[in-house]
């Protein structure tokens, strides 16, 4: 943040960089240098590079990359293809924008997809010296690679939708957080779930929906309601059985919730850790992990409930 001299003529700078920060998302599929900005603004380019890295924190062409970044990944689930979308936004091939797209939110655009399709997040207001991303802050444990455990129930074939609607409210809204609790819900009121707690093979009473990626980037993907099972039985052939195998888990609790707004506090704590947390973090998703929900007796309350959210992840390879 610019300190501001005696004079306060700092001011005028946060005023010009306000207004320059508009300016790049209101032209953000337009090619854009530091020239033309500097001159935009009425500064030299060595002049404006210097304030802007003070005002803001990053180069100007890092903070182009990184809304760019954002506005690309807004429309991962328009239903146009990966390729378009990031020729629209500055990239000249499907390779070189899928790596910067992973470089910067921790996933592949093909995953990030599945969880984090929704508005871009504002500009910083850099009147401000204290700014949160979002309305609650989501702070994991990062656990010790816990071994490959295995999972009996459910398994449903997913293929992510090839577009999306708009809510009244303009937000693109996600065709998977809307059949995701049906699915649970058909499990539960068929007695398949009340079944599978009375199995001999259980091993604790906790539910699991996890997320098995098989070909993610045509958009499929397996997702698994059930229990951990013991290692060492047989499990009959009504049930489906996965391995979740050994990772590093980032293990993030969901904020106190109640029955009724129970799924949405879930969806939306998806949405930050992909959108959020993962391209801040350090880490990046591993993709030979799964990544999962883990439905304990603290779900079960009827205030105060909570669940945990899983991720597979690795160092950030620079």
């Not at 010009?16 to 603004?41: C, S, T």
């Not at 508005?119 to 690679?145: G, H, R, Y």
Request: proline letters at 4%; hydrophobic letters at 35%; one cysteine or more.
């Amino acid at each position: 943040m610019i300190k501001y001299d005696k004079e306060g003529s700092n001011l005028e700078h946060i005023d010009i960089l306000q207004e320059m920060l508009r300016y790049i998302d209101a032209h953000i599929k337009e090619e854009m240098n530091v020239e033309k900005l500097a001159e935009r603004a009425g500064f030299s380019p060595y002049y404006f590079c210097r304030i802007f890295q003070c005002g803001v924190g990053s180069s100007i062409m890092e903070y182009v990359r990184s809304r760019r970044l954002a506005y690309a990944a807004s429309e991962l689930n328009s239903g146009r293809k990966i390729l378009n979308i990031a020729i629209d936004y500055g990239f000249e091939t499907h390779s070189g924008f899928s790596k910067a797209f992973h470089r910067y939110f921790g996933c592949p655009p093909e995953i990030y997809r599945a969880y984090a399709t929704f508005d871009v997040p504002k500009i910083p207001d850099l009147s401000k010296t204290n700014q949160f991303i979002s309305e609650f802050v989501i702070e994991p444990k990062i656990m010790a690679k816990k071994a490959p455990f295995k999972l009996a129930g459910f398994a449903f074939n997913i293929k992510l939708p090839s577009n999306t609607s708009l809510t009244g409210n303009g937000h693109i809204y996600h065709k998977n957080f809307e059949k995701f609790p049906k699915l649970w819900e058909e499990c539960r009121t068929d007695g398949r779930l009340e079944k599978l707690h009375h199995e001999s093979f259980l091993k604790f009473h906790a539910e699991y929906g996890a997320c098995f990626f098989k070909d993610y980037e045509e958009g499929k993907f397996v997702y698994f309601i059930g229990v951990e099972a013991k290692s060492r039985v047989t499990i009959p052939f009504c049930y489906d059985v996965y391995t979740i195998p050994e990772a590093l888990f980032a293990v993030f609790t969901t904020p106190s919730s109640n029955e009724n707004n129970f799924s949405s506090i879930i969806k939306n704590t998806w949405r930050i850790i992909f959108s959020e947390w993962l391209p801040n973090s350090g880490y990046e998703l591993d993709g030979n992990g799964v990544a999962f929900e883990l439905y304990d007796d603290r779900s079960t309350v009827d205030t105060g409930k909570v669940c945990n959210i899983c991720i597979p992840i690795v160092k950030r390879q620079l």
